[in-house]
């Protein structure tokens, strides 16, 4: 599975980094999403990484097979 953020999209309300700490973090000086793991496996990562796309309330965040 693949997790793609859009910078240019996204606000800053840090969802992703909340449901998904091991995948996401926020830029320290936009605050704006950055991706640490494009690429997850295991079924709790995928299951996180599922989620902080739900949560976005911009969809910044992308999850892909």
């Not at 599975?1 to 996401?24: E, N, S, Y």
């Not at 605050?31 to 902080?52: I, N, R």
């Amino acid at each position: 599975m693949k997790i793609t953020a859009d910078q240019k999209v996204c606000i800053g309300a840090g969802q992703c980094v909340m449901h998904a700490p091991a995948l996401f973090t926020q830029d320290d000086d936009t605050g704006l999403v950055v991706v640490l793991k494009p690429e997850v496996t295991s079924a709790e990562d995928t299951e996180a990484a599922k989620m902080a796309a739900w949560s976005c309330p911009v969809k910044a965040v992308t999850v892909t097979e």
